[in-house]
C-alpha cells in the first residue's frame, strides 16, 4: 500500500492494514491496493479477477469528484458514492459487470458478470484505500469492512465497506451489492445497515 505525504508516494507495509481489512486480501491471495493498482474481484468470492491501473486520467477525474465533498463529511460521503458509481463504470465493459444485477448471488445464474457482496467489500475497500493513499478522504477514515446475519430473525448473511468519519467516529457503511450496475451505492451509518435485510 502506498500513502501520499507531500505529493510524494511512500510505501506502507500490508502489516500495518488492520487485520479485518487484511483478511480481504489474503483469504484470496491477492494484494492490498497500492498507488498504482487494485485488483478487481468478480465472479463470487474473487473467483475472476482484472487489475485496474490507475492512469492519470483516473487520477484527475477522481480528484474532480471527491473535490466536489470537500465542504463537510455529508458532503464527501455523497462524493464517494459518486466515485463508487465511478469504479463501476470504469470496469463494467473491461469485466462484463455492466450487466450485473443488485443482491446478486448463486441464484442469479451469471456469477460471470456480477459481483456478490464479498467482492463488492474488497473492491470499494481497495477504491477507498486508494482515495485515502491519495490524500482524497478529508472527514473519513477506511474502516474494517462489516458482516451482518441473523438467521433467527431471516436476515440473509452479508458484508460491505466502511468509512469511518475522523471527528465522531461513526462508521458508515458504502454498499454497493444491494444496487445496480452504476447506482449509487447504500450510505448509512452501521448501526441502521445492521438491522436491514
Given amino acids: 500500500m502506498l500513502l501520499m505525504a507531500n505529493g510524494v508516494d511512500h510505501p506502507v507495509e500490508a502489516a500495518e492494514l488492520s487485520p479485518g481489512i487484511?483478511?480481504?486480501y489474503t483469504s484470496v491471495s491477492i494484494n492490498p491496493p497500492t498507488a498504482e493498482s487494485m485488483t478487481v474481484c468478480y465472479g463470487f468470492v474473487c473467483r475472476r479477477r482484472e487489475s485496474l491501473d490507475f492512469t492519470s486520467a483516473d487520477r484527475a477525474a477522481l480528484g474532480r469528484v471527491l473535490a466536489a465533498g470537500r465542504s463537510s463529511a455529508a458532503?464527501?460521503?455523497r462524493a464517494v458514492q459518486k466515485a463508487v458509481v465511478w469504479f463501476d463504470r470504469r470496469m463494467g465493459s473491461i469485466?462484463?459487470?455492466?450487466r450485473r444485477v443488485a443482491r446478486a448471488d448463486f441464484r442469479a445464474g451469471d456469477d460471470?458478470?456480477?459481483?456478490?457482496?464479498?467482492?463488492?467489500?474488497?473492491?470499494v475497500t481497495s477504491l477507498l484505500l486508494v482515495l485515502q493513499g491519495w490524500g482524497l478522504l478529508k472527514f473519513h477514515t477506511v474502516g474494517n469492512p462489516r458482516y451482518r446475519g441473523n438467521a433467527l430473525v431471516l436476515?440473509?448473511?452479508h458484508n460491505t465497506a466502511v468509512l469511518v468519519e475522523r471527528t465522531t467516529?461513526?462508521?458508515?457503511?458504502v454498499d454497493m451489492w444491494t444496487r445496480g450496475f452504476a447506482q449509487l451505492p447504500d450510505v448509512m451509518t452501521v448501526d441502521q445497515w445492521?438491522?436491514?435485510?
Fill in 22 to 24: 487484511s483478511q480481504l
Fill in 75 to 77: 458532503a464527501e460521503r
Fill in 95 to 98: 469485466l462484463g459487470t455492466d
Fill in 112 to 123: 460471470k458478470h456480477n459481483f456478490d457482496c464479498w467482492d463488492t467489500t474488497r473492491n
Fill in 155 to 157: 436476515q440473509t448473511p
Fill in 169 to 173: 467516529r461513526v462508521e458508515w457503511v
Fill in 194 to 197: 445492521t438491522k436491514q435485510n
